[in-house]
């Protein structure tokens, strides 16, 4: 069973930049076969879909937040990352990390909270 | 972007009774060619991740009760829980895959009456 465990700081300062770290277990990046994706999840609200990378380093990213996103991979520990830059009190949220094959979220880490404040 | 809308917003439903949730596409997410909806339910309880519950529009993950069922086609569709138990208090999303960049519904709240 493949699971998921985002890390990384909690709190980030205005214009700085936010970087997360998802952890794999139970399957290899590397292996091929899915897409890691990121989403996020604003204070009470809805989810939005940030971006996904495949082990090879191709990216797709949303437009909303395209010239502010980066998702790279690190096959060799079996983790992807989140590096968000530029970052405002609006991108306060629960980010996720997740598996999808063929866009299906089949597994979702537990989340962490990234509070954006000076 | 192709824009998800579900109704109603929230429902409150008595136990052992039916809960319906709708969710409407902007376009189409049939793949005709495959002849794939490409819809899915995601549930989330308080303080939890998201749970992918159905996807190809009605096809339930393993272990999701049978109470959960998914139907609809092209830009309508239904989550319906038969008999509504109180571990099923929860918000459930819809999400299209069929073109990125992916979208959910902005997720309705179900609650016992």
């Known amino acids: 069973q493949v699971q998921l465990q985002e890390s990384g700081p909690g709190l980030v300062k205005p214009s700085q930049t936010l970087s997360l770290t998802c952890i794999v277990s139970?399957?290899?990046?590397?292996?091929?076969?899915?897409?890691w994706s990121w989403i996020r999840q604003h204070p009470g609200k809805g989810l939005e879909w940030i971006g996904y990378?495949?082990?090879?380093?191709?990216?797709y990213y949303n437009p909303s937040l395209k010239s502010r996103v980066i998702i790279s991979v690190d096959t060799s520990k079996n983790q992807f990352s989140l590096s968000l830059s530029s970052v405002t009190a609006a991108d306060t949220a629960v980010y996720y990390c997740a598996r999808e094959d063929e866009g299906i979220l089949g597994y979702w880490g537990q989340g962490t909270l990234v509070t954006v404040s000076s | 972007d192709i824009v998800m809308t579900q109704s109603p917003d929230s429902l409150a439903v008595s136990l052992g009774e039916r809960a319906t949730i709708n969710c409407k596409s902007n376009q189409s997410v049939l793949n005709s060619s495959k002849n794939k909806n490409y819809l899915a339910w995601h549930q989330q309880k308080p303080g939890q991740p998201p749970k992918l519950i159905i996807h190809?529009?009605?096809t339930r993950e393993s272990g999701v009760p049978e109470r959960f069922s998914g139907s609809g086609s092209r830009a309508d569709f239904t989550l319906t829980i038969s008999s509504l138990q109180a571990e099923d208090v929860a918000v459930y999303y819809c999400q299209q895959y069929y073109s990125v960049p992916w979208t959910f519904g902005q997720g309705t709240k179900v609650e016992i009456k």
């Open positions: 990378m495949y082990y090879t380093g191709s990216t």
């Open positions: 139970g399957g290899s990046i590397s292996s091929g076969g899915y897409y």
């Open positions: 190809w529009a009605s």
